[in-house]
């Protein structure tokens, strides 16, 4: 398993994240556990939605059903989505969501907690009371944010006093805003519109990992991309290089991510344990230049 740096610290972590947002959907949670852990996959990523709370319960009962020790895993969850309602960055929320999750995960601390999509109505002293609360209490160790542009990061900084590690992003082979822009920069083609306010060189600058999430999907939720008869070009260029490699289409898909410089872990979601092995084993593979090019430009991409 390739081993990353988490965001400024001297932390190493895997570079595969599994993330439990399907694991009531599971068929057997504790296979799905141990087949991650057995091959490196120590990253655990929840959010206090999931399943409205049932995954984190399932987690936690499945790991006691396991030999392995809550120590030995890095456990990060995420909060401030009141679904169909609202976001909530409110010192309450946050505080209020953190016990829960912990309550649910029959656990003393988070080694993460993200900040889980925008709010708009931020009052960024409530979110830096927040934090300091649960640091001092023990309750989480570290912090970050979800889907949010450097604007937004940096309004949080002026008055957090933890250093925000980490951001979930949507990217992936069928997902490449952040990248575009970068490469069509001084165009006025689609690919040059800037959507994000340059998050992946502001990521680097500034030592954030950034954690991809939906990394197999295309659209907006709308399927996978690998095996999907819409998109022959690329599956072909990813099965030619899954028998030289001697992994799969999906593994590719995974080494593409994370031949990136830029710090970055895949969140897989897959339940299924031969789709987790395969994804975990494939985090040691390097592609060449040409080869990740070669995939950006099968999906479609053009180079100016």
Not at 42 to 49: E, G
Not at 205 to 215: F, G, K, R
């Amino acid at each position: 398993m390739k081993k990353i740096k988490f965001g400024s610290t001297d932390l190493e972590v895997s570079s595969v994240i599994l993330g439990l947002m399907r694991i009531n959907n599971a068929k057997d949670p504790v296979a799905v556990l141990t087949t991650a852990i057995e091959n490196g996959i120590t990253f655990f990523d929840h959010a206090d939605i999931y399943g409205g709370g049932e995954c984190e319960s399932i987690f936690a009962d499945a790991l006691a059903q396991t030999e392995y020790k809550r120590e030995d895993l890095f456990i990060q969850s995420k909060c401030g989505i009141v679904p169909g309602k609202m976001f909530d960055f409110s010192k309450e929320h946050i505080i209020k969501s953190v016990e829960g999750s912990l309550k649910r995960l029959k656990m003393d601390y988070l080694d993460a907690l993200l900040l889980h999509r925008p709010d708009t109505l931020v009052e960024p002293e409530e979110v830096a009371a927040a934090f300091d609360e649960l640091e001092k209490a023990g309750k989480v160790k570290y912090f970050g944010v979800s889907n949010q542009n450097p604007g937004q990061i940096e309004l949080l900084k002026k008055y957090v006093s933890q250093p925000l590690l980490a951001n979930q992003l949507q990217f992936g082979i069928m997902h490449t805003g952040m990248i575009d822009r970068g490469i069509h920069v001084n165009m006025t083609d689609s690919g040059s519109v800037d959507h994000d306010g340059g998050i992946l060189e502001y990521s680097r600058l500034n030592d954030m990992t950034i954690q991809a999430w939906s990394p197999y999907q295309y659209g907006f939720f709308e399927g996978v991309f690998i095996g999907n008869e819409k998109f022959p070009e690329l599956n072909a260029k990813l099965e030619e290089l899954a028998e030289k490699y001697q992994t799969t289409a999906t593994g590719i898909a995974s080494a593409w991510i994370l031949r990136h410089p830029a710090n970055m872990q895949v969140i897989a979601g897959t339940m299924t344990p031969h789709r987790i092995e395969e994804i975990a084993k494939a985090s040691t593979i390097v592609l060449t230049r040409q080869e990740w090019y070669e995939v950006y430009l099968a999906a479609g991409n053009i180079l100016p």
